[in-house]
């Protein structure tokens, strides 16, 4: 590296100019060298998981776009059912696309639920114990 007898035309000067050129003093000497951000790499090069996680965002996203109109009105709702912080949207990124399946249709008028030694025979408005 050059030696630099008066940077900018002083004996002492120091910090970055522009953010181009940046001069120092060390050990008695004076310093000029390109300006770099500290930790910046140029080029960029992304590593093996950053390049992975953008895949998968970028598949979620076009998930996203791909459901209907009903399908959002879903997720928008579990959203607020959960008071999850943000939109449908972001609560589907969240959650990786998965979670929410529209309920199926009903295969009888009455449900059978199973609550410790008996069973719950719902029709309707009427309950049975079996």
Same mark, same amino acid.
Request: charge should be positive; glycine fraction near 10%; proline fraction near 6%.
């Given at each position: 590296?050059?030696?630099?007898?008066?940077?900018?035309?002083?004996?002492?000067?120091?910090?970055?100019?522009?953010?181009?050129?940046?001069?120092?003093?060390?050990?008695?000497?004076?310093?000029?060298? &390109?300006?770099?951000?500290?930790?910046?790499?140029?080029?960029?090069?992304?590593?093996?998981?950053?390049?992975?996680?953008?895949?998968?965002?970028?598949?979620?996203?076009?998930?996203?776009?791909?459901?209907?109109?009903?399908?959002?009105?879903?997720?928008?709702?579990?959203?607020?059912?959960?008071?999850?912080?943000?939109?449908?949207?972001?609560?589907?990124?969240?959650?990786?696309?998965?979670?929410?399946?529209?309920?199926?249709?009903?295969?009888?008028?009455?449900?059978? &639920?199973?609550?410790?030694?008996?069973?719950?025979?719902?029709?309707?408005?009427?309950?049975?114990?079996?």
């Amino acid at each position: 590296m050059p030696k630099v007898t008066g940077g900018l035309f002083s004996l002492k000067a120091t910090k970055s100019l522009k953010k181009t050129i940046t001069f120092q003093g060390k050990k008695g000497q004076n310093i000029v060298y &390109k300006y770099h951000k500290p930790g910046d790499k140029n080029p960029f090069v992304a590593s093996e998981s950053q390049v992975y996680q953008r895949g998968i965002i970028r598949g979620l996203v076009s998930a996203w776009q791909a459901l209907t109109d009903e399908s959002k009105a879903l997720w928008e709702n579990a959203a607020e059912a959960v008071k999850y912080i943000g939109t449908g949207y972001h609560y589907f990124i969240h959650m990786n696309g998965e979670g929410i399946i529209p309920p199926p249709p009903p295969v009888a008028d009455f449900l059978l &639920k199973e609550d410790g030694d008996y069973l719950l025979l719902e029709t309707g408005g009427k309950i049975q114990l079996e």
